[in-house]
């Protein structure tokens, strides 16, 4: 029998306790949506109020060279780097996601241009699905996105994929994919490897490098805690810039943007990924969250969040037996920070659990999902957002009429 005296003692020992005080969250929330939209740093007000007045206000123009505005998608990239097994120069924050999936997916497709396959998982977050489908049909009829089960991706490695392209953490499930294994088996069949690191950057040590990936993508509103919309990031191993020629080739990508040559010559190394004006107020926001992760032990973050995901499905059985099944992988080596159980009126459920102050948030069909953000999620949460689960349950509150409205966003 696990107690609320229990979390209070884990929190107590908790190595990261003090990073939440770094986060503005109220006081009566129990905030397990850091998976979909990380919480807001107490500095990032601060920080964008002296870009906006300072920079932007007072220097104007001039900010590009005397603030370094123009540096900012590889300054940041550069600082990002580290927290995904990155080197200096591989990194660049720019865009979103979707579109610096396209240019990585177009470089893939140059690189191997005797294949004319990109092999992806039916478990995969449809945008990566959608720019691929897209991608296909601008390229002609004998491009195609193949689509197998998670478990058949070993498989489907035959000499006809140019590319794999995973998500490492399943947005659904929450399953974690073993990088290292899946790279070297994609190698081994002559294809690139492509990894979506929007559900684990910031959340669990990430080796790029080590794992010898090609090329990844990832968002920078979920753990990397840059706000709505913030820019996202691409990777491009060191062996691979250079290469190809950008189909998206626009202006800041160029060797020498300001020559105003008539003729696109793309940059030597990862600038090249630039397409238009880096977005800079955007950039600030995710600034601060990067500096604050820059601090941190991702070995700590993932100990952390493994045992916050253990300690949340074990009091779910506890308290609400019977009532749900689990989506997410048992066992914690194969799961992200994240634990998803299912049930026919889960988007109901997790209406009745936001009346209550406590946010997770709904995935078609059918599932509840539950992110655990190690920077600031506490113990003593996981025991009370249970504790309202367990408590709509009993009561049938769920089946309430205002919870059956389906809203724009789940």
């Known amino acids: 029998m696990i107690t609320l005296d229990d979390c209070r003692q884990a929190d107590g020992d908790d190595l990261l306790a003090g990073l939440r005080e770094h986060f503005d969250i109220p006081a009566n929330l129990i905030y397990l949506d850091g998976n979909s939209l990380g919480a807001m740093p ?12 300072r920079q932007w206000g007072a220097d104007l123009i001039r900010s590009w060279n005397t603030h370094g505005w123009m540096d900012l998608p590889l300054r940041l990239g550069d600082r990002l780097a580290p927290l995904i097994g990155a080197g200096p120069g591989e990194v660049l924050v720019a865009d979103s996601t979707s579109i610096n999936l396209f240019k990585l997916l177009d ?59 995973v998500t490492q ?49 990832g968002c920078g509103y979920k753990y990397l805690n ?56 955007s950039l600030a926001g995710l600034e601060v969250g990067l500096d604050l992760l820059s601090t941190v032990d991702m070995t700590l973050i993932r100990r952390k969040s493994v045992a916050l995901t253990d300690l949340f499905i074990r009091l779910v059985r506890q308290e609400c037996p019977d009532c749900f099944r689990l989506v997410s992988p048992e066992d914690s080596v194969a799961r992200g920070s994240q634990v998803s159980f299912s049930h026919p009126a889960g988007y109901a459920i997790v209406q009745a659990l936001i009346a209550r ?47 059956q409205v389906r809203q724009a966003v789940t």
């Open 226 to 281: 840059g706000g709505p919309g913030a820019p996202a990031f691409l990777y491009v191993n060191r062996r691979h810039q250079g290469k190809g020629s950008p189909t998206l080739s626009g202006w800041f990508g160029h060797q020498a943007p300001f020559d105003f040559d008539l003729h696109y010559t793309p940059a030597s190394d990862i600038r090249r990924f630039l397409c238009g004006t880096p977005p800079v107020l």
């Open 107 to 165: 470089l893939a497709l140059q690189l191997r241009p005797d294949r004319r396959v990109v092999l992806s998982d039916t478990g995969n977050f449809p945008t990566d699905l959608y720019m691929a489908q897209g991608l296909s049909r601008r390229l002609g009829r004998e491009y195609e996105l193949r689509l197998v089960e998670e478990n058949a991706l070993d498989a489907a490695l035959t000499g006809d994929v140019a590319v794999m392209m």
């Open 42 to 53: 107490r500095r990032t007000p601060g920080h964008l109020d002296q870009v906006i007045r």
């Open 357 to 403: 102050q406590v946010i997770p948030d709904f995935r078609a069909p059918d599932i509840l999902r539950f992110g655990f953000a190690p920077l600031y999620t506490r113990f003593a949460d996981v025991w009370a957002a249970v504790q309202h689960l367990g408590a709509i349950m009993r009561s049938g509150e769920w089946r309430r009429p205002e919870f």
């Open 169 to 217: 953490v399943n947005y659904r499930s929450g399953r974690l994919h073993d990088m290292a294994r899946l790279t070297r088996l994609a190698h081994q069949a002559g294809a690139l490897a492509l990894w979506d690191l929007s559900h684990s950057a910031g959340a669990l040590p990430v080796d790029l490098g080590g794992c010898d990936a090609d090329l990844a993508v």
